[in-house]
């Protein structure tokens, strides 16, 4: 019998551990889920006779090494900060280990030891990143295949309420990891636009922003993601002039999360002694000059970000319960807890409600066999969540983790060392194995004049 081991049963796990405990009754496989929350994990599970809950302190090295090395493979779940552990301690027992996170640089120099024990380390197998850089390669393959040369990359990602959802005022609702939301964007941005780089820091990233139509859903906003720059190595595409990944909100999103940064407020690094004990109102008084005037805190705030103090914007941040007299309470410890804190309390998916994620690619290329004809590809992707069922992410997320760690069991995905789903190998076979579950890219292909 194969032991499955899964770290982590948060919003982004359930569909990956239904998936994995049905295969488990189809292949003598045995599931088990690692969670600080053992019953959420056991809820997970559901009762399965191929499933185990198991309380779980990612901290404690004899736990961690006793459930890995149990274990023939490790689906890690777990917060991108434990990406490196659990890589190697995988290693340090010959275990493959699939995570959904960005690949840790410090993961990424694994690469010729996992090579010599003979051990898979697959990285970036979700959403985003994963079935975007999947069915992005998929593409320019086959521009290349045709001897096209890729002028223009522009890809867009977003998970986001259905558009028949009634929203709450930030136009959001929380569906995976609160903590990401809260910090999204910390490191700012950079990528190209006609051969010419920009760069974007935290403070102006959601100034930063366009229109985006997308088929079904209609006028959404982008702004810069990460660094979309490193995409032209890992791509491939060293002659592409535009090289831009965004991330896609309803429109109104950016221009209150643009004063929620300027404020200060993500900020994960610094320790504020005695948090828990302030009230929400006390906590924003922090991130103000002294008030000398007498002046109302909400009026303070206005006047120090430069923005009216009876507009949309105050009174959002005055709904989000940055004024409240209500103790902030529970274990928080940095201004971006407090954050994360409320972003839970007041953006839930309604009950009954849908979420919906989205990936398009928009990619321009030249033919110089074909009279040196321009063509334009787009290709998108929605995908809708379940009403009090399956979400949309969770789906989407878990998913190709699922179907990869799936396929190493049965010694069907033939590769050793640090992967990120850009190797043929992996997105033929993962693309086609979502394409017979339902989960397809519509393209459209255009003649540029």
Same mark, same amino acid.
């Given at each position: 019998m194969k032991n499955v081991l899964i770290l982590g049963a948060g919003q982004s796990a359930p569909y990956l551990i239904n998936y994995l405990l049905n295969e488990a009754e189809k292949n003598d496989w045995y599931v088990t889920v690692c969670d600080r929350d053992k019953e959420l994990a056991a809820r997970r599970i559901n009762s399965h006779p191929r499933g185990k809950a198991v309380e779980f302190d990612v901290n404690d090295e004899n736990m961690r090494n006793d459930q890995i090395k149990n274990a023939d493979i490790v689906v890690?779940?777990?917060?991108?900060?434990?990406?490196? /552990?659990? %890589?190697?301690?995988? /290693?340090?027992? &010959?275990?493959?280990?699939?995570?959904?996170?960005?690949?840790?640089?410090?993961?990424?120099?694994?690469?010729?030891?996992?090579?010599?024990?003979?051990?898979?380390?697959?990285?970036?197998m979700g959403l985003d990143p994963g079935i975007d850089h999947m069915s992005a390669m998929k593409i320019i393959q086959n521009i290349k295949d045709r001897n096209g040369i890729i002028t223009s990359f522009i890809?867009?990602?977003t998970s986001l309420p259905?558009?028949?959802?009634?929203?709450?005022?930030?136009?959001?609702?929380?569906?995976?990891?609160?903590?990401?939301?809260?910090? %999204?964007?910390?490191?700012?941005?950079?990528?190209?636009?006609?051969?010419?780089?920009?760069?974007?820091?935290h403070n102006q990233l959601f100034n930063r922003t366009w229109k985006v139509e997308v088929?079904?859903?209609?006028?959404?906003?982008?702004?810069?993601?990460?660094?979309? /720059?490193?995409?032209?190595?890992?791509?491939?595409?060293?002659?592409?002039?535009t090289m831009i990944r965004g991330t896609l909100r309803y429109p109104g999103y950016s221009e209150i999360w643009l004063q929620i940064v300027r404020l200060g407020i993500p900020n994960d690094i610094m320790k504020i002694p005695e948090l828990a004990d302030k009230t929400y109102r006390e906590f924003t008084e922090m991130f103000v000059p002294v008030n000398t005037n007498g002046a109302k805190l909400e009026t303070r705030v206005a006047n120090h970000l430069g923005i009216n103090p009876t507009g949309k914007i105050i009174d959002n941040l005055i709904w989000l319960g940055?004024?409240?007299?209500?103790?902030?309470?529970?274990?928080v410890k940095t201004a971006a807890d407090v954050l994360t804190k409320l972003l839970i309390e007041k953006l839930p998916l309604p009950d009954g409600a849908r979420d919906m994620v989205a990936l398009i690619h928009e990619i321009e290329a030249e033919f110089p066999k074909e009279n040196n004809k321009k063509e334009k590809t787009t290709s998108t992707f929605?995908?809708?969540?379940?009403?009090? &069922?399956?979400? %949309?992410?969770?789906?989407?997320?878990?998913?190709?983790?699922?179907? %990869?760690?799936?396929?190493?069991?049965?010694?069907?995905?033939? /590769?050793?060392?640090?992967?990120?789903?850009?190797?043929?190998?992996?997105?033929?076979?993962l693309l086609k194995e979502m394409e017979e579950i339902g989960f397809k890219f519509k393209e459209k292909v255009e003649v540029v004049k």
């Open positions: 890690n779940f777990l917060a991108p900060v434990f990406q490196y /552990l659990i %890589a190697s301690d995988c /290693l340090k027992y &010959g275990k493959h280990v699939v995570t959904a996170s960005y690949e840790n640089s410090r993961v990424a120099e694994l690469n010729q030891e996992a090579i010599s024990k003979g051990v898979i380390i697959l990285n970036e890809s867009y990602g259905a558009p028949d959802v009634d929203f709450n005022n930030l136009k959001y609702c929380i569906t995976w990891n609160p903590k990401n939301v809260a910090l %999204a964007g910390e490191a700012g941005a950079q990528y190209m636009e006609d051969n010419k780089i920009k760069i974007v820091g088929d079904g859903i209609g006028t959404l906003e982008a702004y810069p993601n990460r660094d979309s /720059l490193i995409y032209r190595k890992i791509f491939d595409l060293e002659k592409v002039t940055l004024f409240d007299d209500k103790k902030i309470g529970g274990t929605v995908e809708y969540g379940e009403p009090n &069922g399956f979400t %949309a992410i969770s789906k989407t997320v878990g998913l190709p983790a699922a179907i %990869a760690t799936k396929l190493i069991l049965k010694d069907e995905l033939p /590769l050793t060392g640090c992967h990120i789903p850009t190797h043929p190998v992996i997105y033929t076979r």
